[in-house]
């Protein structure tokens, strides 16, 4: 197993000679360092798991992405010195990347909803609001009556003719209601007038977000973009194994 591994290893010219090579390119601006670590599996890139749940937690945040950094991105480079400075460079592409409307009319029955953004159970890790009415609200749906529909209407946390939505439209056919409070009323709500074929009207503020095709391809045409876990390494240590300016920011939550 240990001759294995030892023939298996390239020779050490070869190592040196590669790293001659990528030192010159990446000098000149090419990601050589990255690219043999990715095409050796150093640096393996995985896609990470989203939540296939009804949350807003799941959304994947492009539409907030970067924007505290106004586009920017901070980067490490490595001084005459030897220390690392951090830099700033302003990414055109990312401007208009993500398209937001308003819409201050909207309006939608009950059933129409299918996400909600907050509940003391939200870490229950449900794909539904119908699961999440079964599994968790179950005093508040019983008994099937429009009655018992009508409190949980009531509560106070539903004002029902102001009203927050969300919908991303890469998360197709989920609206989101940008709660507060309310969620196991709502939920029972929803569930009850589904059961009693009830209409329930709804209406409020509507924000959409699309993603800009022309940006995603002004980005990718200049950018290489990788997935990776940020929390593993240290700035200066992905540094190092890169040997490129870099930047890392979450986009899940």
């Not at 074929?197 to 990718?220: E, W």
Request: glycine share 4%.
């Amino acid at each position: 197993m240990m001759d294995d591994e030892i023939s298996s290893s390239p020779p050490l010219w070869r190592k040196i000679l590669h790293g001659i090579l990528d030192d010159l390119l990446n000098s000149l601006g090419y990601p050589a360092t990255l690219r043999r670590r990715l095409n050796n599996g150093i640096l393996p890139v995985s896609h990470p798991q989203l939540r296939n749940t009804f949350w807003l937690r799941s959304v994947v945040c492009w539409q907030t992405w970067l924007e505290y950094e106004k586009h920017c991105i901070r980067y490490l480079r490595l001084g005459h010195d030897g220390d690392y400075d951090y830099l700033q460079r302003h990414i055109p592409q990312l401007d208009g990347l993500i398209n937001s409307e308003t819409s201050e009319s909207f309006c939608c029955d009950i059933t129409a909803v299918g996400g909600l953004s907050a509940s003391s159970d939200c870490d229950q890790e449900l794909s539904s609001l119908d699961a999440f009415a079964q599994q968790c609200c179950q005093e508040l749906a019983i008994p099937l009556t429009r009655d018992r529909l009508n409190r949980n209407l009531s509560h106070h946390g539903l004002r029902l003719s102001e009203m927050v939505f969300s919908q991303f439209t890469w998360m197709p056919a989920r609206l989101y209601w940008n709660n507060v409070d309310g969620a196991h009323h709502f939920a029972a709500a929803r569930f009850l007038a589904t059961q009693l074929s009830q209409p329930v009207s709804l209406t409020g503020q509507l924000n959409t977000y699309s993603i800009n095709p022309q940006k995603i391809r002004q980005l990718t045409a200049q950018w290489d973009l990788f997935l990776g876990h940020c929390c593993k390494v240290s700035d200066e240590a992905a540094f190092c194994l890169i040997q490129r300016p870099y930047i890392s920011k979450t986009l899940l939550t």
